[in-house]
């Protein structure tokens, strides 16, 4: 992230620069893109650095849950670049293009889309390695940059063979429309992990090893598995039932086992529950819920 801070502090003035000198809507698209993408860079910063304290009293359960925030945020940026930039080469498309140095832009265009392209990748690759969203979400606005400035770089190539210099806005329409999906699906994105959407797939993985461990323990069943992702962690829970008259120790260690082989499966830091159950429930239990009604509590 230190990183993509330095670099993307150099961006927006190379582009700017290269907007001044041409006049072209699709490198200034590439220019207002960058200056959102900074801004984005530096709450991602801040938001890495916020999901790594350790839970306190008001957070129990740690701070990773701010990096749903800082994806949710530069997805916003993202599409608010991608209005901007719409609404910039439509009106240059009805007052008329006008450009000029579009060698210089370009070259100085290219270059800023290289550096962006190499480092949005490497940040991609280090945020899925790391089940870090805010990283993974940095990086995906960084190629997306880089989508722009190609785009820009080919609108400019066009334009200048061609000499059709209503080929400057209708790139700078098209990568705007690509730069609006990406903050879209960012936003949604953020938006399933602060609604704590499960993902079927590791909910899937939780339940074929505790399957698995049934084999070990064929007297046991498991039911009410429940999973949610908070940034890097995992929380999951689930019951697991015991024959009556199991000694209290033996359970406890057996669930222990059970907890252990969900998070190996998981593959990733997970905080894994079990809440043990005789074979037989209590008058008033249920699987569906454990909360007391507002009459009971009122007894």
């Known amino acids: 992230m230190n990183i993509s801070l330095a ?5 927006p003035a190379i582009k700017w620069y290269a907007y001044v000198r041409t006049g072209s809507t699709v490198i200034l698209s590439d220019a207002l893109e960058s200056v959102v993408h900074q801004l984005g860079v530096a709450f991602a910063w801040l938001a890495l650095r916020w999901s790594h304290r350790p839970p306190d ?6 701070h990773d ?4 925030f800082s ?3 530069e997805g916003g940026l993202i599409g608010l670049a991608a209005l901007l930039i719409l609404y910039t080469a439509i009106e240059r498309l009805i007052t008329g293009p006008q450009v000029e140095h579009l060698g210089f832009g370009t070259a100085l265009t290219a270059a800023a889309g290289a550096i962006n392209a190499v480092l949005g990748w490497y940040l991609v690759r280090v945020g899925k390695a790391e089940h870090s969203l805010v990283v993974e979400a940095n990086g995906r606005h960084i190629l997306t940059d ?8 080919i609108g400019l190539l066009a334009a200048m063979l061609t000499g ?3 080929l400057d806005p209708l ?6 429309a690509h730069i609006l999906l990406e903050g879209y699906r960012l936003v949604r994105r953020a938006v399933l992990g602060l609604m704590d959407t499960a993902d079927p797939t590791l909910v899937e993985q939780a339940r074929q090893s505790l399957e698995g461990f049934r084999q070990r323990y064929p ?14 962690r995992m929380y999951v829970d689930f019951h697991v039932q015991f024959p009556d008259g199991t000694p209290i120790e033996e359970a406890h260690r057996i669930a222990s086992e059970a907890e252990q082989c969900v998070a190996r499966a998981l593959g990733r830091p997970s905080d894994v529950t079990s809440h043990l159950e005789s074979a037989h429930h209590p008058e008033g239990h249920d699987d569906t819920t454990l909360m007391v009604s507002a009459s009971e509590r009122a007894r």
């Open 7 to 11: 670099v993307g502090m150099a961006m």
């Open 57 to 62: 009293e008001n957070h129990t359960y740690g």
């Open 65 to 68: 849950k701010i990096t749903y």
């Open 71 to 73: 994806a949710g945020f």
């Open 146 to 153: 880089a989508w722009t400035s190609a785009g820009a770089v």
């Open 164 to 166: 059709w210099l209503v």
């Open 171 to 176: 790139f700078a329409l098209a990568f705007g």
């Open 219 to 232: 007297m046991l069943t498991f039911h009410r598995l429940r999973l949610r992702e908070s940034g890097q």
